[in-house]
């Protein structure tokens, strides 16, 4: 008989969903969420592992085979739900969050073409951010007409960037 599946989720891409084994899911939640301090900044995920393998039933991972794997697909579903959420510091340490549903799959779902605000934002775009905003000021504060390049040796920069 096939194994029952589950529906998980994944913070940082929220509109796909895997089918993952309910039974492996169900027994690293519970150790996961077992070993979670309530009070910040939370458990780091390499003591959360070390924390929760004892937890863990044998016959589902025996000596620990794939929990690491589980345990990341636990934790990015348990954030997307709202079940768990990372401290705002590196490296990245999680504590409970404020959606405590003992129910798996609870929570609300999302209607057709409404967005969804993610806790974080990939480091890349915040500094493709600050980098842009960092040269749109640089700009704004240039006289019209001056250009980012150094003044030649015959000419003065107050002369190059002067408004005509």
Not at 44 to 51: I, P, T
Not at 97 to 103: A, F, H, K, Q, Y
Not at 118 to 129: E, I, K, N, Q
Request: glycine letters at 6%; proline letters at 10%; a positive charge.
């Amino acid at each position: 008989m096939p194994a029952e599946k589950i529906e998980i989720r994944n913070v940082n891409v929220p509109d796909r969903t895997e089918r993952v084994d309910r039974t492996k899911y169900e027994a690293m939640r519970a150790a996961l969420m077992a070993v979670l301090p309530d009070e910040a900044p939370g458990l780091k995920v390499v003591d959360a592992k070390a924390a929760l393998l004892p937890l863990l039933p044998d016959e589902l991972f025996p000596q620990g085979d794939k929990a690491g794997w589980w345990l990341k697909a636990v934790q990015l579903d348990l954030e997307a739900r709202g079940v768990i959420r990372r401290a705002p510091s590196s490296p990245v340490q999680l504590r409970p969050g404020r959606n405590r549903s003992p129910v798996v799959g609870a929570g609300r779902r999302r209607r057709s073409g409404e967005r969804v605000r993610l806790a974080h934002r990939p480091l890349g775009s915040v500094m493709a951010d600050r980098a842009r905003n960092s040269a749109d000021i640089a700009r704004s504060e240039r006289p019209r007409g001056c250009h980012p390049r150094p003044a030649r040796d015959d000419e003065d920069a107050e002369d190059r960037c002067r408004r005509p």
